[in-house]
Each structure stands twice: as structure tokens, then as C-alpha cells.
């Protein structure tokens, strides 16, 4: 019904910068929040950025400052601009969004993109 593409990811040096995009496709009548998250090895999956899209956003603390999320609401994606990268954003990047759907309009559902690497190096 609803499918998420994440690009973007990618090997770069600390310090360095990468920038990460995610279409939304489907049966879609409306996105709630969109977002991203990221899971480490050995770790859970844990928020990085999230846009509302009403204005609001919610970043980890962790990524404050560096991290900067951003929303196209008319072409359904969500990009995550990563700055001043560091080692331990070393990761795999998902895509999320809560969907509500033309098939099932008072649902929203909660859809993932496939996760894109992110490997920082030293």
C-alpha cells in the first residue's frame, strides 16, 4: 500500500557530511509525522529526527546542532541533512511515516523505509 525509498547513505570521514532522502508512494491520502530512525549494532532502534508536519520537529539530543530534518508535504518526502558527523553515527538509517491511507482512511498506519548504512570513519 505504502512504500518508502530511503538514498543517500553512504562511507565518510568524521567530521564530514551526508544527506539522506525518503520518498513515500502509494495509496497515500495523508502523512502524519515523518521521520527518521537508526539502529547501531548491538543497539536498539532509536529516534534520530522526526517533522510533524505542522511545524513541529523533535530531534535526539545526541544529534542536536549537527542533524537538520526536512519535509516536502506536496512530494511526500523527508530528508535528514547530517553534519559534523561523528563515529558513533555510525548506522543503519530508517525512514518512517504514519500514513493514513485511501484503502483505510482511520488508520494511520506506521510504515518503514528498508534503512540505508551510514558508516563514519575515523
Known amino acids: 500500500q505504502v512504500q518508502l525509498v530511503e538514498s543517500g547513505g553512504g562511507l565518510v570521514q568524521s567530521g564530514g557530511s551526508l544527506r539522506l532522502s525518503c520518498a513515500a508512494s502509494g495509496s497515500i491520502l495523508r502523512i502524519n509525522t515523518m521521520g527518521w530512525y537508526r539502529q547501531a549494532p548491538g543497539k536498539q532502534r532509536e529516534l534520530v529526527a522526526a517533522d510533524t508536519g505542522d511545524g513541529r520537529t523533535n530531534y535526539a539530543d545526541s544529534v542536536k546542532g549537527r542533524f537538520t530534518i526536512s519535509r516536502d508535504n506536496a512530494r511526500n518526502t523527508v530528508s535528514l541533512q547530517m553534519n559534523s558527523l561523528k563515529l558513533e553515527d555510525t548506522a543503519v538509517y530508517y525512514c518512517?511515516?504514519?500514513?493514513?491511507?485511501?484503502?483505510?482512511?482511520?488508520?494511520?498506519?506506521?510504515?518503514w523505509g528498508q534503512g540505508t548504512q551510514v558508516t563514519v570513519s575515523s
Open positions: 518512517n511515516a504514519g500514513v493514513r491511507t485511501v484503502t483505510n482512511p482511520l488508520r494511520i498506519g506506521d510504515y
